[in-house]
């Protein structure tokens, strides 16, 4: 690919002054250049050496990176070899130098409640020359740069201040995109205030925002970002960041008004309880007796024969509490366990449940191979328990159970890979929501469980079905009481939602915004296998199209010394259709688009494990290498 990628992307370089060109591949790379010398300012993959030559252009002393991401500094390695000097930010170090550590750690696999530094850490190495923070100097080919702290799109970002051309040039990283949008926002999923990563939807904007503010303070001529188009001009760099704060403020303040962390938190938005937006909480209601909690997050449907239909298994705990109700003669036996969502606490204790009460389990149909084949995915909060799915419900699957009449669904709210379930009886209808709702409103404040902003898609699909179906309760598994939802309230949360997608459409710079908010529109599948060494590795590709037109996807592996691709890579595209629903399978009317590719290992190898990468192109947008799987051999 090498020769054939210079020739067709060499024609990028545009010139924003005399001595400064941008390569715009994945990212802006940047190219200062001074007396037949240059300087880089992060390098994706599409620029190498080749392709400097075929510019016409030196090969860097030095490139400073903005960030550890490897979007950014996947070109870096073809500069390495040939002397090249890296300069990073001081607090990513590790992320560079020690990236080793990242993948063999099982925190970065298992139960994932982190989402900083995020996935995108480089498959390879990077040893750092200079390790630099906010208020640092560097000198490079006579150009004196300033480093300034600016984080926000990752914890450790840094930005580079300079003169050159007469001209005040800050590269700012993925500060801002174009005229005050953010090329996505689940990477700003981060702690803040009193919650960590996992409830912390853009919770790094507090620090972003500031770090914007650092840049206005300088008072910059031309404006670099690391995606998106260059801004020239104090007066136009001015107005695109007070755009992108009252956007992020019109979000934060349509996002709060309607959130279940209102309810989990409530001191949390102490400076926005009088907000008229605020939706007022819906009336908490006790449960009937029928309906008992266990422990954790964990019910017990109660026949009037002394039957127990659980829904949830997070832990030992409830096993144990269980199996004590059944000696005191509480319950007679556990018949069955509906699992609401793929989630660790509310899996976990399946496999002891399973050996202690032989029950089947029963999930919406969207969730059974995670809860068979965790290893395939990799997801917030996943647990490496798996289990053998006795039964699969299809959408608005009816059956009787006792006296009570069960009615299962698709539930995508707290994550895509939720169900729901309607239990009729003793007079009630009661739904159980799992964890996506709460008396003040949703549970979506965590971007990469997927939640999703098209119509009939995440919550608008929840609103219709609460909608239609209008329970006496509705049961969230981590609250003691139910709750109900007027028409009202369904309004309202509604109206809001299309409010969020017309504030999104501003601040998001996709045809549709869940691009900037599903993390996961691209994945491999499986994320995660073991083969013997000689033996191909087999991975799919898997496209989520949210927009309205058909694209072309396209992807390219990375692959490892001593690794080779089995199939042409002219098989390595499809077309995907639009508004696929969201994962591949048979059951889906619109299904995703699956690529596949098959790599096969060396013989022998001393990496462990191997990590590769996968280039992909949405259009003719290349995108770097987004995603990677991991791979085992033995």
Same mark, same amino acid.
């Given at each position: ?30 190219? @200062?250049?001074?007396?037949?010398? #240059? ?30 991401? &490897?979007?950014? /500094? ?20 590790? !992320?560079?130098?020690?990236?080793? /550590? ?12 982190? *989402? ?33 702290? /600016? ?168 096993? %144990? ?17 509906? @699992? ?69 669904? *698709? ?8 169900? =729901? ?32 902003? &098209? ?11 609460? &909608? ?12 003691? %009481? =139910?709750?109900?939802? /007027? ?12 409010? &969020? ?5 501003? !601040? ?32 799919? @590709? ?86 990677? #799987?991991?791979?085992? !051999?033995?």
């Amino acid at each position: 690919m090498g020769d054939c990628k210079s020739m067709q992307l060499h024609k990028k370089f545009y010139q924003v002054s005399p001595n400064l060109k941008i390569h715009a591949g994945a990212v802006n790379s940047s190219i @200062i250049t001074m007396h037949e010398k #240059a300087v880089m300012i992060d390098c994706d993959d599409t620029v190498d050496p080749e392709l400097l030559h075929a510019a016409g252009l030196p090969i860097p002393s030095s490139i400073l990176c903005t960030q550890h991401r &490897r979007t950014h /500094t996947a070109g870096i390695p073809a500069f390495l070899i040939l002397g090249t000097k890296i300069v990073g930010p001081k607090s990513e170090r590790n !992320l560079f130098e020690k990236n080793g /550590t990242y993948w063999k750690d099982p925190i970065n696999r298992w139960h994932i409640y982190h *989402h900083q530094p995020g996935p995108l850490v480089p498959t390879t190495r990077i040893p750092l020359s200079g390790k630099v923070r906010g208020g640092d100097e560097i000198k490079c080919e006579d150009i004196v740069f300033t480093v300034v702290d /600016t984080p926000g799109i990752t914890s450790g970002s840094v930005s580079y201040s300079c003169e050159v051309d007469g001209y005040k040039m800050v590269f700012c990283g993925d500060l801002i995109y174009g005229d005050g949008q953010m090329v996505d926002l689940y990477s700003m999923q981060a702690a803040y205030r009193e919650v960590g990563d996992y409830h912390g939807f853009i919770g790094s904007k507090d620090l972003l925002v500031a770090s914007v503010e650092r840049i206005v303070a300088l008072h910059p001529d031309i404006l670099i970002p690391s995606h998106g188009p260059v801004l020239h001009g104090f007066d136009s760099i001015q107005q695109a960041i007070s755009a992108l704060k009252t956007r992020f403020s019109s979000l934060w303040l349509n996002y709060v008004s309607i959130s279940a962390l209102n309810f989990y938190f409530p001191r949390m938005f102490s400076d926005l309880r009088t907000d008229p937006q605020r939706m007022v909480p819906a009336i908490q209601i006790e449960l009937p007796s029928f309906l008992q909690r266990v422990t954790g997050t964990s019910f017990i449907l109660l026949s009037d024969d002394g039957i127990a239909f659980l829904i949830d298994c997070g832990s030992r705990d409830v096993v %144990k509490r269980l199996k004590q109700w059944q000696d005191q003669g509480k319950i007679k036996a556990v018949e069955a366990c509906w @699992i609401t969502h793929y989630h660790d606490d509310h899996v976990d204790g399946l496999i002891d449940l399973i050996e202690q009460f032989k029950c089947p389990v029963i999930v919406d149909q969207h969730l059974t191979e995670i809860l068979e084949h965790p290893d395939r995915f990799f997801l917030p909060c996943i647990s490496p328990v798996h289990v053998v799915v006795s039964k699969s419900t299809k959408e608005r699957e009816r059956w009787q159970w006792h006296e009570f009449a069960l009615t299962a669904m *698709h539930l995508p709210g707290q994550t895509y890979y939720h169900g =729901g379930l309607l239990v009729e009886g003793h007079d009630h209808k009661i739904f159980i929501a799992g964890d996506s709702a709460s008396p003040s409103g949703i549970d979506d404040y965590c971007a990469p469980n997927r939640t999703f902003l &098209r119509e009939n898609t995440g919550y608008f699909k929840c609103i219709s079905l609460w &909608r239609e179906f209008m329970p006496d309760i509705i049961v969230n598994n981590h609250q003691e %009481k =139910g709750f109900t939802f /007027t028409l009202d309230h369904l309004a309202y949360m509604e109206g809001q939602l299309h409010e &969020r997608v017309r504030i999104l459409k501003k !601040l998001i710079p996709w045809p549709d915004p869940t691009f900037g908010l599903d993390e996961s529109w691209i994945r491999v599948y499986p994320f995660e296998q073991t083969i013997k060494a000689g033996e191909r590795a087999l991975l799919e @590709i898997h496209f989520t199209n949210h927009d309205t037109q058909h694209v072309q996807a396209r992807v390219e592996p990375v692959l490892p010394e001593g690794w080779s691709l089995d199939l042409e890579p002219n098989s390595l595209s499809a077309s995907v259709p639009p508004c696929t629903e969201g994962m591949t399978g048979s059951f889906l009317e619109n299904p995703d688009v699956a690529i596949p590719v098959a790599c096969r290992s060396p013989s022998r190898s001393r990496k462990q494990p191997v990590v590769i990468a996968i280039r992909a192109w949405w259009g003719e947008r290349y995108l770097g290498p987004v995603r990677h #799987a991991i791979v085992h !051999l033995r």
